[in-house]
C-alpha cells in the first residue's frame, strides 16, 4: 500500500498571512499520462470533506485562487497564499493512482 | 445540484450486519463511480471500498475485505454498502462520494460527498 505522509500536523496561522502543508507518498504518483494522482481536501469543522485540488495542481470548481497544489512525483505542497478564518479545518491529502486509496494523517489549520 | 444522501447508520453489536445506502440526485449516477469512505470518532479519513459505474469493479481496503459489500441499484440511482461481521473498530461516520475520474479502469478521485451516515458498533 502507498504510504501518505503529511506536514505539520497542526498549523496555526495568523490571517492574512501565508500557510504551507507539505504531503509526500511512500510511491511515486506520476502516471504516465503527466498527471500526478494526488488530490487535496479541506473538512470544516462539522462538515464533509469538500475537494480543494485535484491531479496534484488543479483547483476544484469554486475553490478561490488563494489556494494552489504544486509538486510532482512523491512530493506535494498545498499553499494557501492569504489564510482567511473561513480556512479552519483539516486538510488531507490523498493518493489516487491505485487501490487502497489512502490519505494522510491530516493537517489542522487554525487561527492565531 | 449534484447531492448524496447516506442513511441507514444506527446503533449495532458485535457480529451483526447492517446496511448503508447513498441516493444520489442531480446527475448521472449510472455514468459515475461511486466510494465510501469512513471517519472514526475524532480521527482521519479512511477510503472503503469503490465500485464502478457498472457495478463490475469492486475494491476494497484489506480491512473490510469479506465482510464489507458495495453495490450499486442505478435503476433506483443508489448505492449500498453491506456491512457483516461488524466490529467495534468499524465505528465511524460513513460517506459516499462520487468518483471523479478513472486510472487502471479503476474509478478515482472524489469530488462530491455526501453528509455522512453515523455506525456505532457496541454491546
Known amino acids: 500500500d502507498i504510504v501518505m505522509s503529511q506536514s505539520p500536523l497542526s498549523l496555526p496561522v495568523t490571517p492574512g498571512e501565508p500557510a504551507s502543508i507539505s504531503c509526500r507518498s511512500s510511491?511515486?504518483?506520476?502516471?504516465?499520462?503527466?498527471?500526478?494522482?494526488l488530490d487535496w481536501y479541506l473538512q470544516k469543522p462539522g462538515q464533509s470533506p469538500q475537494l480543494l485540488i485535484y491531479?496534484?495542481?488543479n483547483r476544484a470548481s469554486g475553490v478561490p485562487d488563494r489556494f494552489s497544489g504544486s509538486g510532482s512525483g512523491t512530493d506535494f505542497t498545498l499553499e494557501i497564499s492569504r489564510v482567511e478564518t473561513d480556512d479552519v479545518g483539516v486538510y488531507y491529502c490523498?493518493?489516487?493512482?491505485?487501490?487502497?486509496?489512502?490519505f494522510g494523517q491530516g493537517t489542522k489549520l487554525e487561527i492565531k | 445540484q449534484e447531492q448524496l444522501v447516506e442513511s441507514g447508520g444506527g446503533v449495532v453489536q458485535p457480529g451483526r450486519s447492517l446496511r448503508l445506502s447513498c441516493a444520489a440526485s442531480g446527475f448521472p449516477f449510472s455514468v459515475y463511480g461511486m466510494h465510501w469512505v469512513r471517519q472514526a470518532p475524532g480521527k482521519g479519513l479512511e477510503w472503503v471500498a469503490v465500485t464502478s459505474s457498472d457495478g463490475s469493479i469492486k475494491k476494497y481496503v484489506d480491512s473490510v475485505k469479506g465482510r464489507f459489500t458495495i453495490s450499486r441499484d442505478n435503476s433506483k440511482n443508489t448505492l449500498y454498502l453491506q456491512m457483516n461481521s461488524l466490529r467495534p473498530e468499524d465505528t465511524a461516520v460513513y460517506y459516499c462520494?462520487?468518483?471523479?475520474?478513472?486510472?487502471?479502469?479503476?474509478?478515482?478521485?472524489?469530488?462530491?460527498w455526501g453528509q455522512g451516515t453515523t455506525v456505532t458498533v457496541s454491546s
Open positions: 510511491q511515486s504518483l506520476l502516471y504516465s499520462n503527466g498527471h500526478n494522482y
Open positions: 490523498i493518493q489516487a493512482l491505485q487501490t487502497p486509496y489512502t
Open positions: 491531479l496534484g495542481s
Open positions: 462520494a462520487k468518483a471523479s475520474r478513472l486510472i487502471f479502469g479503476v474509478p478515482s478521485g472524489m469530488d462530491i
